[in-house]
């Protein structure tokens, strides 16, 4: 892996961050019990009071009495966590045991450090997600005919058939899962339920890419012909736990794209890794404009659905 040197710089600031105002927070609510707890204040002189005679005590042999005192301080410390817990407070506990919550483990970058940094490179690539308004409560089944079109199908049926495979595919999701190719024409909801997908598994901690096909492939295109060695973009398509590819075919084609695109189909399929392809190909249109190394992968590795009706977006323009 080798991300932008500020990728790094940008995470370790993050980790140090939220470790220091974890210290503050507790801080500064320790201040506020010792203001307003007459009892918590004289815990803590009394603790103090102890803990001085007990270093006389260690220091003068004098072990009855060091026994008695060390009694005394675990009752008092007894009586001040009581206290502490009653207040809620809770002493910050070290989320990483590898580094200490330092950033550094073994003079390197700690692991917790490298897992922040990836999560800032998967965000950076996803920045125009336009997540809320699209959810699976909101996907509204009535905008599509329920009549039979000309091939027999009912549009209402088949969209909802896919709606429940796209909840499926949440509640299941693992490295297991079968990856998607989602087909039909603009405005019958590949999107919607896509970004529905999307928003439900980054909420439950998933690294989540998801992107046009166009941005995602120039942010890789423009990475390797800079020839600085960075592989922020790639790394994030070929490595995160779900890959949504939006509006595959509209993108410019060239031959770094084909060779980019055949290896990140190829490796996440390899390294279970699931994805998502949106088009609005159909699959003779796919393989004409793809090699066919790349479309025969989907066959077999892909779940393929394909949306029909009528255009959403002109449906509710009319109502
Ligand atoms: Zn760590």
Do not use: W
Request: hydrophobic letters at 35%.
């Amino acid at each position: 892996m080798g991300y932008k040197k500020e990728i790094y710089t940008d995470a370790l600031k993050m980790k140090l961050d939220a470790v220091k105002t974890q210290k503050r927070d507790y801080e500064a609510r320790l201040n506020s019990l010792r203001e307003n707890s007459k009892e918590f204040r004289e815990l803590e002189i009394s603790l103090n009071k102890a803990g001085s005679a007990l270093t006389v005590a260690a220091f003068s042999g004098d072990n009855a009495r060091l026994e008695e005192l060390k009694v005394v301080c675990e009752q008092l410390n007894a009586q001040k966590d009581a206290v502490l817990a009653r207040a809620g407070i809770v002493k910050p506990s070290v989320c990483c045991s590898k580094c200490d919550d330092s950033g550094f483990a073994n003079g390197k970058l700690c692991d917790c450090v490298n897992e922040i940094a990836k999560k800032l490179v998967f965000n950076k690539l996803s920045k125009s997600m336009p997540l809320d308004d699209c959810r699976f409560d909101n996907f509204d089944l009535n905008l599509y005919s329920d009549k039979p079109n000309k091939n027999g199908a009912v549009p209402r049926k088949r969209v909802g058939a896919i709606l429940e495979l796209c909840k499926q595919f949440v509640e299941n999701f693992s490295a297991d899962s079968r990856s998607l190719l989602l087909t039909g024409n603009t405005g019958l909801g590949k999107t919607h339920l896509s970004l529905a997908i999307v928003s439900e598994l980054s909420a439950r901690g998933y690294d989540v890419v998801y992107g046009s096909a166009q941005n995602l492939f120039s942010a890789a295109e423009k990475e390797h012909f800079s020839f600085s060695g960075e592989t922020d973009a790639q790394d994030a398509l070929l490595n995160c736990d779900l890959l949504v590819i939006d509006d595959l075919g509209t993108e410019f084609y060239s031959s770094f794209v084909a060779s980019l695109f055949y290896n990140i189909i190829n490796s996440r399929i390899l390294n279970k890794k699931p994805t998502i392809i949106n088009t609005n190909l159909n699959f003779d249109s796919l393989e004409e404009r793809y090699n066919p190394r790349i479309t025969s992968r989907f066959i077999g590795n892909y779940e393929m659905r394909e949306f029909i009706g009528e255009d959403i977006r002109l449906i509710k323009n009319r109502l």
